[in-house]
């Protein structure tokens, strides 16, 4: 069964996660109007243990490194690709 919450606007509440350091990859609903002053908030899941925490920051950090490692994997690839097209000319 989905429940539907409204804010103090009257708007259907958003369903939105938290990834700041203090606490990383934790639901919560609030109002849709960003600079709205309704007060709507609450958290969808329970807290997380700091090693929970710890683990998921770790992996974030590995994953957010090897984003970069394939961008510059991609664009390498370019340069050669464009290399290998000057040098057929």
Known sequence: MITIVLCGCGNV????TS???RIPGRRFFCCPNSGSDCGTFGWIDPPMCQRDIE???GL???KN???EDIEEYVQMLRDERELVMKLRI
């Open 13 to 16: 509440d958003i369903t939105k």
């Open 60 to 62: 974030l950090k590995d």
């Open 65 to 67: 490194a090897l984003e």
């Open 19 to 21: 990834w700041t350091d």
């Open 55 to 57: 683990i998921i920051l």
